[in-house]
């Protein structure tokens, strides 16, 4: 478990073992044996990138249905048919989900709650980073990264656990896995005072662009570890999976100058992973990896924590985020689903 494992979380942050992880070692290959007959996989973002080559991936283990969650169905839709080529037998459907709206991810967990039996496999992949300050227009009014990266991600993660949950007691736990990203691996927090946790993060004259998705990504992490604390691994395994640098998604499209755009093409030409190998890594932290990675960060292995997770002042953060959190959701009952 990452909780165990403080004394490589500063060599993990740096950049050298980073660049090696990606250069040298491969993704390995699934088990063999490994299948997904009679169940339900749900990956958010599934339209482009990641989260497409995800579906994919978990396609070819051969499950009864996959949920495709996206905020715009006509993309989602073209994306589907093109899996619906490939794989003539599957089942593929294809949601709405918005991100930066809770009352998006209400309805689509209350559409998960009517129309599905069970969801054995969610992956959270939907996730985007900002080089403008700008809040969304609902609840709390937060920064976008924030909102869609932390705040909707924790909302629908409590909302899914219902249906995550096993239906009799023979039945294997459910997975959820909450896409990470290595961005957040070296960062520390700011103590805000007397202030709310999550309010300080809403400050423009803060606001550094991509560290703000570093910042996001390690909020979740702290959330899932968290969240490990309070359920069952008997019933839901609960992990952060990171696909590391990854060339050939869209993940970059809010750069609109052509020199750092040419900047980050290149330098993803040389340490980014295929879509194809990375999205791989999903299935690793969701389908191989067991009950000793609940509240951990993996991708084909447990890795430790952003290192700030392990002092002090990191845990008291994870105390105070989880407890914000839960009164920032509470319009949602999430405690119920804990
Ligand atoms: N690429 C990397 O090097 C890398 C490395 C580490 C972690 N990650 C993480 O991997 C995940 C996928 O990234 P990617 O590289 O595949 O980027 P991408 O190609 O831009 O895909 C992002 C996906 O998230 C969706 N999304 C963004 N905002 C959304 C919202 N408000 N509501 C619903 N869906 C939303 C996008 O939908 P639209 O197409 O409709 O916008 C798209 O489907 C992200 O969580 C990212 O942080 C990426």
Redesign the pocket.
């Given at each position: 478990m990452s909780s165990k494992l403080k004394q490589q979380a500063s060599y993990e942050a740096t950049f050298a073992h980073n660049f090696w992880k990606q250069t040298l070692s491969r993704v390995p290959a699934i088990p063999a044996g490994i299948e997904l007959a009679g169940k339900t996989v749900l990956v958010?973002?599934?339209?482009?990138?990641?989260?497409?080559?995800a579906v994919r991936n978990f396609l070819r283990l051969r499950p009864s249905l996959v949920i495709m969650?996206?905020?715009?169905v006509n993309?989602?839709e073209a994306a589907a048919a093109a899996l619906r080529r490939e794989f003539l037998d599957a089942r593929i459907e294809v949601w709405e989900?918005?991100?930066?709206?809770f009352r998006?991810v209400q309805a689509f967990a209350a559409r998960a709650e009517r129309e599905l039996d069970r969801v054995h496999v969610a992956v959270?992949?939907?996730?985007?980073?900002k080089l403008k300050f700008e809040r969304v227009d609902e609840g709390g009014c937060h920064e976008?990264t924030i909102?869609?990266?932390y705040l909707?991600t924790a909302l629908l993660s409590f909302l899914l656990l219902p249906k995550l949950r096993p239906t009799t007691s023979s039945s294997e736990p459910g997975r959820l896995s909450i896409?990470?990203?290595?961005?957040s691996l070296g960062l520390s927090l700011e103590d805000p005072g007397d202030g709310r946790f999550l309010d300080s993060f809403d400050r423009a004259e803060k606001f550094n662009g991509f560290g703000q998705?570093g910042l996001s990504?390690l909020l979740i992490m702290m959330f899932v570890a968290k969240l490990a604390q309070t359920i069952n691994p008997k019933e839901v395994i609960v992990n952060c999976t990171?696909?590391?640098?990854?060339?050939g998604?869209?993940?970059?499209?809010s750069v609109n100058s052509w020199i750092m755009s040419i900047a980050l093409r290149s330098f993803?030409g040389i340490i980014?992973?295929r879509?194809a190998d990375?999205?791989r890594i999903y299935l690793h932290s969701s389908l191989v990896l067991g009950e000793e990675s609940h509240g951990s960060w993996t991708d084909w292995i447990i890795r430790a924590w952003p290192k700030t997770m392990y002092t002090d002042q990191g845990h008291h953060m994870g105390e105070r985020l989880w407890d914000e959190t839960l009164e920032e959701l509470k319009f949602a009952r999430v405690e119920e689903k804990l």
């Open positions: 958010t973002g599934a339209n482009v990138g990641l989260g497409f080559e969650g996206v905020r715009s993309k989602g989900l918005d991100m930066e709206s998006s959270l992949n939907a996730g985007l980073g976008v909102q869609v990266n909707t896409v990470n990203s290595g961005a998705y990504k990171d696909p590391g640098a990854t060339k998604t869209e993940f970059f499209r993803m980014g992973r879509t990375a999205s």
